[in-house]
């Protein structure tokens, strides 16, 4: 009797193991589909130079304990376009918290204004960002949450925070973090698991980009 409850629970074990990886697989053909649709393709596992060429970016300097996975790369004018999930924890012991949240990577031709703009409610930028200031971002807050915006260029960002401030307005949802620096504009949203969630966030970190690089000139 005891061997038999040592086997099924073996079963068990290894059955719900195989369920999980068909869902997972499930949702990979998901987001292959949509995000082929926007021109990304799936990059295999987390190269081991991605965290560290963007490690100066905010979302991936908050926590510890980083993690990176279904990685999509595409093209987009000049640049590249990186999509990824990310989880990493804050706290230790019971105090520990998960965090796991969808960014998108743009990269274009033209250098941009380090600039960080957080929805309410998410920590205002430290560590190498001190020397960033907040400016007023008034007007961005008019169809969703209100946001900060900080800068470490407060008197040269103005054509950048209007468009900025015009993104947030429009396409903001679902996102809650934004970032400009060097040749890059990233932005980040709370995982839901949603494919089409993660498509939305691609297309506006692209429209925010072209508007950007619009209005950027060479410095």
């Known amino acids: ?73 595409g093209t987009f004018d000049q640049g590249e376009v990186i999509a990824l999930r990310h989880s990493y924890e804050t706290g230790f012991a019971s105090h520990r918290k998960h965090h796991v949240e969808m960014v998108v990577i743009v990269q274009i031709d033209r250098p941009l204004i380090g600039v960080v703009a957080l929805a309410d409610g998410e920590l205002a930028p430290v ?49 809650y973090l934004l970032e400009t620096r060097g040749h890059r504009v990233a932005a980040a949203c709370r995982d839901k698991g949603q494919p089409a969630q993660f498509a939305q966030l691609v297309e506006s970190v692209r429209e925010l980009a072209r508007g950007l690089a619009a209005e950027a000139s060479p410095r």
């Open 127 to 175: 560590g190498p960002f001190e020397s960033y200031r907040r400016i007023g971002l008034s007007g961005a807050e008019e169809s969703g949450p209100s946001w900060r915006m900080y800068t470490d260029r407060p008197a040269h960002v103005g054509s950048q925070r209007s468009v900025v401030r015009a993104w947030i307005a429009q396409y903001s949802q679902p996102a």
């Open 1 to 73: 009797m005891p061997n038999e409850l040592v086997l099924i629970a073996i079963a068990a074990v290894g059955a719900g193991f195989i369920t999980i990886l068909l869902a997972r697989r499930r949702e990979r053909r998901r987001i292959a589909v949509v995000m082929g649709g926007l021109g990304l393709q799936f990059a295999g596992r987390d190269p081991s130079d991605l965290l560290a060429k963007h490690h100066d970016l905010v979302c991936f300097r908050r926590g510890h304990n980083h993690r990176v996975w279904d990685l999509m790369r």
